[in-house]
């Protein structure tokens, strides 16, 4: 995860307030005769944001928009995409979505949207009915409108996300709950290992496993042959996970990393970024009984004066840490420590 930065950070929007401006915008033409050159929609939250419409098209039956998404100061793989919104009149009772080219689809159960609807999240739906209701309530016309929401190169931008371990086949999601991206979510990461347990979970996916990086990762996953959405992208955020999995349990957790991430567990960190945890250098001698270690500079060189002995001493508290915080859910837990270079270091559990 990126560190964030010292100075004022400049927040952006969702691709679900996008759509949703993109499809007021689209109406405005389809019922109104023309295009304007900016559009206005009211979030969840009542902030009004403004947009300029980037991209336009229409036909006799249909208009289009497009929203260049603006992340803000966010590191956001979606920042700069083109959002688009192709409406029409339905012959369907309200408002139908439908998946245009890079939008993916739902595969597997556990997501709230159903499987085979295009992935297109329950409050951009919800935003993108309510402006259509607005402008149908403008323009006396019925408010049963296709919609069609795509996202030019989002197919190659959704390998850099989660949806494909998630089951989202096709392209990337239209999210948001708020319309708002905020630089340097940790709720926006925490929400996606929810949502990784909740499809491990309807899937019947009955082990699953949490490491802080790719190279724990990959270690773990070949350790145990996990599938992909078995694999929760944990990160930093230990708490988020096993907070998450005391409600929603599983039988089995693994949790992998490298020998500085686990020894902040071991003492008790629930966030094992730099910026928000440290390694207790004094405290770590006592655990390997080894006073030299209390100089060393940082946990892998504790590990390079103590030795194996304070690899298994971080993965038996790390271990018991999460044992506890986990209770009283009934999961079996496993720890796996490993070197930079991916090397088993110790295990427990």
């Known amino acids: 995860m990126n560190r964030k930065p010292e100075t004022q950070l400049r927040r952006g929007w969702t691709t679900g307030a996008c759509a949703t401006a993109a499809t007021k915008a689209a109406l405005e033409c389809l019922w109104g005769g023309a295009f304007a050159d900016t559009v206005t929609i009211t979030l969840p939250k009542g902030e009004t944001p403004t947009f300029p419409l980037a991209d336009t098209d229409k036909g006799a039956t249909w208009a289009a928009v497009g929203i260049t998404k603006d992340a803000g100061d966010d590191p956001d793989v979606t920042h700069g995409a083109l959002v688009k919104v192709r409406v029409s009149q339905s012959k369907t009772a309200g408002v139908t979505f439908f998946a245009g080219d890079g939008v993916g689809t739902i595969t597997k159960p556990g997501l709230p949207i159903s499987v085979g609807e295009p992935a297109i999240n329950p409050v951009p739906r919800q935003m993108i009915s309510a402006v259509v209701a607005e402008m149908a309530s403008k323009f006396d016309r019925p408010g049963d409108v296709d919609i069609t929401i795509s996202i030019p190169g ?96 599983v039988a089995r957790l693994t949790i992998g990393g490298g020998i500085g991430k686990m020894t902040k567990l071991a003492q008790g960190a629930m966030d094992l970024h730099s910026a928000r945890s440290q390694v207790d250098l004094v405290a770590l001698a006592a655990l390997a009984d080894t006073p030299a270690v209390a100089d060393a500079q940082t946990a892998l060189h504790a590990y390079q004066i103590a030795g194996p002995r304070l690899a298994k001493a971080v993965a038996d508290h790390a271990l018991q840490r999460v044992q506890d915080f986990l209770h009283p859910a009934d999961i079996s837990v496993d720890i796996v420590v490993i070197d930079r270079a991916g090397a088993i270091l110790a295990r427990a559990g």
């Not at 990762?217 to 708490?239: R, S, W």
Request: hydrophobic fraction near 40%.
């Open 154 to 249: 989002g197919q190659a931008l959704a390998q850099k996300t989660w949806n494909p371990r998630l089951g989202i086949t096709g392209g990337l999601s239209i999210l948001g709950t708020t319309g708002i991206v905020r630089p340097f979510s940790c709720a926006a990461w925490i929400a996606s290992i929810h949502r990784g347990v909740d499809v491990a979970r309807a899937t019947g996916q009955t082990h699953v496993a949490g490491c802080t990086g790719a190279t724990s990762e990959t270690i773990v996953q070949g350790l145990y042959d996990l599938p992909d959405h078995a694999m929760l992208d944990m990160g930093d955020f230990a708490g988020g996970l096993m907070k998450y999995l005391r409600k929603h349990p």
